[in-house]
């Protein structure tokens, strides 16, 4: 990095992207609009299980501006379905997970049978969208219920209906992982407690729903996509092989991005649909997900269930862990069996505990297809974890802060391997940090435990009902396997960077620009950034599971080494220096110690261009540019401690946060404003679904939170004072000190809230299990309850 | 379907005049006939406020009103916040204070505040939550727009804003 300039690094920069969103200047999909651009309305099941006999389209098809109706029948020998693995896994992964998988692939639009309550069976085009949502509402289905499978337990049982016809028993993957001994260590262990654990489905829900365009040029043969999305690259690659056409040819763009949380992560039947609907009307197609279309069939997220068995002894120090869990994966997979693995990864978070086993099947049912949102296996398995702590620290009568700390990975135990292997395949290994820290500043944050437990007597006393909910973490984040960067200096003297990072919200432009500007020694404003365009990157991966910062800046970086080689090489050319006498300042290349002497980027760049006019050495090519794919060694591993003060009010059992303070440590911060924003961000969303947010379905497989007057997402008025601090322990695995964080907000709060209620009525012997945790669960609970006197 | 209906209004002072079908939404007369992308769907159901925009003076959801219900009405879109290049004050705090990422809530948010900070001579920080809690934001958890809006509201009032009565 060069020392010329005044890092940009750990700097709270405003945001570039702030200007045009605040001035209703942003382009979102749903801002684009082409000539003579055509609409579609897709027509979705209504039922959860159902043969299809029969699909009328002819009435659809008459109506006036209807360009093309056309159901699953017509698109079966034309359109391969979605691979049922998006996301591939090493071979190293494989051999430490046992893993049998066979993840089911998604046709686009079946035209055999249904599996989920808004599986799209059918479609219209038409010249707008008031006219295409008219015929949709004319075509006429004629199906044959089945037998709805409307859980992962209910998929379990014997003769339960087959959601998939070749996965016997619905078992779409199954996961097996164990360390030490593995559960049969629970037999040595002097105490065993065993209990069964819900984390209940919910989803990312973004303020923008889906949207695809696409357009076709008949000239190039080639074809332009607009999808909201994380992952342009991904969707190129789907778009290209089930269109048959050469990736080059097919470009995909994701412009302003309104939220995406995961639940944009993955490439959806519609991203190929518009694609080929333009392709073959030759005119440009948009679709626009309604928020109901998207209640229904963007993907759902969490919905695990866990029997768990922990042994441990009369201090509280765990021995062994026993796993067992099942997944409502819903009908489809679409990225396998990544977030399960993430489950079993990361269920001891940051304890040392010496033996544990896993086992997990992904259970196939007539739900909405279940993808990683904001956590991805994460805060399902904290949960059953951090509940676990508490009942244990019940059972011995030990505050469940100090089993926490009796259970923690000390700093001096760093780097500390796990004994198990990370979805990258590589054996985990967390990389920096000091958990005991963390928690104890966190306890500081909300006054200090001891004073709180007086506090919470003295409440009590006086009938007022105060509890502390702790939940700690660890989260692998930067995953790879790769991201690929394009840095270039062209005649401007200006640093173009493009990534095939694509932002949702999270201030890529501004934090890469940071990046690149500390690597170049450059203004920031000298760094132009261009993201989520494949046009820009041949090879890219995208902006999931709290990677970018890590995996782009890897990937700025190598490039701009190799652009680097060629400045210093030209730039000595021009100043008869010696390359190794030389430095970056300020935009320019000099010689140390030599102020007078240097030569700017623009003069380089011209230098270096090919022609009679170049003044490049012998044997330096033309032109200042390199492509880099950063492949990182493995995860980085971020990590937090959470505590939160709830109060219960026990007339009605409303649960009040009083204070919720998370310690979050991601390594070194690009741009802190940002990062408060993204923990912060993520923690509100863990409180939604701690407390408001259910995706519940009846026994017909029916969504009954299909729209926002039931779907209860956190409003301002909602959120409690929150303070997160953070701490910046460097990662050692990448140059910059980064580890991700976009996703760790939303893991804690479900344990953190559970325990805080299960504390606050210890005197009713509550115990939740379950979430979301409902008002009229509390009440229950003092209702049911004897109060036991303290 | 009966015949597409005239339209005029005003919106962000300017004199418009478009044509919409009796069903058309506001919102998408807003977007797709005057071409004021700036206000945004997020739900078309009046949860969420994406769609907030001013008309005659107070918030209302562009996606439940009509498009033939604005004839001679005059409305203030995201769009007509700024001077030009200069942004609104209001503006200017929302990036200040974070209380943006996505952005795509942050026109009905804008609007919103708007229409709590003017309609109102004074806001505790209790109305500015209540008051704010009647647009939906995924990505910020609301920190940076109580904060953004307080300020704003204290520049309006020239006053710090606190005090528990509500003149809303």
Redesign the interface.
Known sequence: MADTMPSYIGRSV??R????????????V??I?LEGMLHVAIVRSQLAHASIEGVNLDAARNVKGAVLALSGADLKDVLPPISGMQVTAPKTWRDGMDPQIEIPDQALMPYDKLRYVGEPYALVVAENR?IAEDAAELIDGQFKPLSPVVSAEAARVEGAALVHEHLPGNVAASLHAKTGEGATALELAPHRLKRRYYHHRYAA?????RGVIAEFDSRTGGITVWSSTQVVHWVRREVANALDMPEERVRVIAP????G?GGKGHVYPEDILVAYLAKKLGRPVKW?E??HEHLLNAAHSRDNLFDIEVGFDDEGKISAIKNYFIVDSGAYSPVGAAIAGNSIAHFMGPYDIPHYEADCKVMMTNRTPNAPYRGAGRPEVAFAMERSIDLVANELGIDPAEVRFRNMIQPEQMPYAVGLPYRDGVMIEYDSGDYPEALRKALEGIGGLEAFRKRQKVALAEGLYLGLGIGCYVEGTGIGPFEGATVKIDSSGKVMVATGACP????HETAFAQVAADIWGVKMEDVVVTLADTSHVTMGYGTIASRSAVTASGAIQKSSDKVKEKVFAIAANILEASESDLELRGGSVGVKGVPEMSVTLKEVANAAQPGWMHQRPEGVDAGLEDTAYYEPPTVTWAYAANAAIVEIEVETGEIKIEKYVEVHDAGTLINP??A???V??????GIGGALFEELRYDENGQLMTG???DYL???????PP?DVIHSETPSPRNAFGFKGLGEGGAIAPPAVVANGVCDALRPFGAELNSTPVRAEEVLGIIERGTRVSE | MTAPRPISLTVNGERLKGEA?P??LLVDFL??VL???????????G??G?CTVIVDGMATRSCLMFAVQAQGVEIL???G??DGEA?HPL?KL???H?A????????GM?MTAIDLVENNNSLSE?D???G??AA???????????KAVTSYAEQVYDKPARGKENNG
């Open positions: 405003t945001r992207e702030d200007n045009r969103l605040i001035m209703g200047e942003g382009s979102f749903g801002d609009k008031y829900m973004p303020m923008e729903c302003d991005v309104g939220g949380f626009l309604d928020r949702q919200g999270q201030g404003g940002i408060d924003g993204q912060k961000g993520g923690l509100v969303q729209s926002f007057i997402l956190p409003t301002a008025s909602d959120v929150i | 079908l069903r058309m977007r797709d071409g004021k992308t700036g206000t945004h769907v997020g739900c078309e159901h949860v969420c994406a879109t995201v769009e916040l700024a942004l503006q929302f990036s200040e974070r943006l990422q996505c952005g795509f809530c942050t026109p804008l209790d500015i939550k209540i704010m809690s939906l934001c995924r990505c910020t958890g609301y920190e940076g727009i109580i």
